[in-house]
């Protein structure tokens, strides 16, 4: 029988190298990026792995295509599905049309317009619902009884995870000997997948997760556990509001380190001072591994750090344009 | 006696050759990115050179960089003066700095306090006077007689011309075969360089200015055949807001092929699909060249379209953090 808890059961380094080799032709390759102001703020060496510039603007994109990839030929052929209102239902629009089968999103009718928008550029079917997760699974479980697609979780599915963790390898293969890397957590597909890069491929890199505090879940999971479901998390950080899976969990307990949480002011300001030092774009989500150590959580001296940026999906309609 | 109009006064390709290797170690060499996304709304292959990724996030950088390391060792101890509130005064106090030399900045005391703290966090010393014209150049006349500083003009100075023309250079060596290459225009030094460049080492490339309607004196006087200055220019794209100089006006008048204008609402929403499709923030002068080709004033269908991004420093404390 199946039992997370159980490392013999999860992905292991050959998934990843096969995964990272599957899905190439049809990601990004994303670069890492620096700055010698931050270095000097810091007094680390920081490495930003920059899946701002991924596909469809997120890792999860990764995850996407893998777990699609993995599909046989008669479940590919009746498409794929999944509830989100985020960046893994483009990922999962995007990758579906690559591979030219449906993919059927179940999305709260109070979804932001520019998020409709692009499942649809993506060739995405939309399927609205009321904004409770109740909701959202009942319409899934009716999409897909109607379509026979298959249901593609955000995070809690070993081919999702292993998809996230090709990011964390290609990090380790263009920075060598990091000492510690940063990676934000929700619902753990990122964190799990980076914590396996780095348990098979450089297991002398430390691994910290970061968290808003406004949603702080993975932290109390962390400490106790056992994992202590979300409840109304209320952060900018809008990419992180998920709860860790039955998956995630067990591998974010064995190979993470330690998980540190800072507040919204602070993402905020990190994510400021990246826009105006490194001139990129980054989601709230993906400033609160700097956040961390600009308040003193982590601290980075005289350390090589990587940072996982995991995407930079933002909505520009709010600002004073 | 010196005659700007003569060919033979401009800098050559063995000057920008030189200019390239020797500032090399002291600037990036800047990424060149795409989008398929831009590619696909506008018909053509675009490649952005990102000098908003440059040292002190400008283009600037490369000018002021060639003009200090062209002065004898008793002109560099006296150190070097300007009047800017812009690009130049950052990169120019940056480029005295890593060659341990004064940089005497006269700034308006309008200037924008992230501006002044840009400047002092190089070490550049301020000098404030009124905001005109005549207050800056005889404030810098003053700074200049007291110190023996020499002036380095932001882009009427032949030194300075060659070390912007090295941003063209680069793309050239990272693009082969453009077919086309946009610029935007404020003095003409980004230009006139870029110019220079294509003339020498693309010679097959077109090169066509792109202008704020708002300030559009460099088409104004392109299309009289003398120097139109610049009358109470109003336009967002504020590295744009100069009139051409009597350096750059004759080498833009040989090469250029055309320069037409934007409207600041369209150079407005080129920079915003910009920040939210290639995730990286540039400033409104970089969006100009994007703006005409989205609103139909140059044409890219089909064509290889260099692009050059001049910069990326923009005052986020207008933004609703």
Redesign the interface.
Known sequence: MHDPANPSQWPTASDILKASRNIAPYIHRT?VLGSSYLNGKTGGQLFFKCE??QKA?AFKSRGAMQAILSLSKTALSAGVATHSSGNHAQALARAAKLMQTPAYIVMPETALKVKVDAVMAYGGQITFCKPTLEARESTLAQVVSQTGATIIHPYNDYRVITGQATACLELIEQCESLDLVLCPVGGGGLLSGTALSLAYFSENTALIACEPSGADDAMRSFRAGRIIPSVQPDTIADGLLTSLGSLTFPIISKYVQDIVTVSDKDI?KAM?LV??RM????EPSSAVPLAAILNGNVDVTGKMVGIIVSG?N?D?S????
């Not at 001139?279 to 980054?282: E, R, S, T």
């Not at 709010?318 to 344009?321: I, L, Q, R, S, Y």
């Open positions: 670069p701002n510039f603007g905020i400021q826009w105006e001139k990129i774009i980054i930079g933002i520009l709010k600002f004073p344009w």
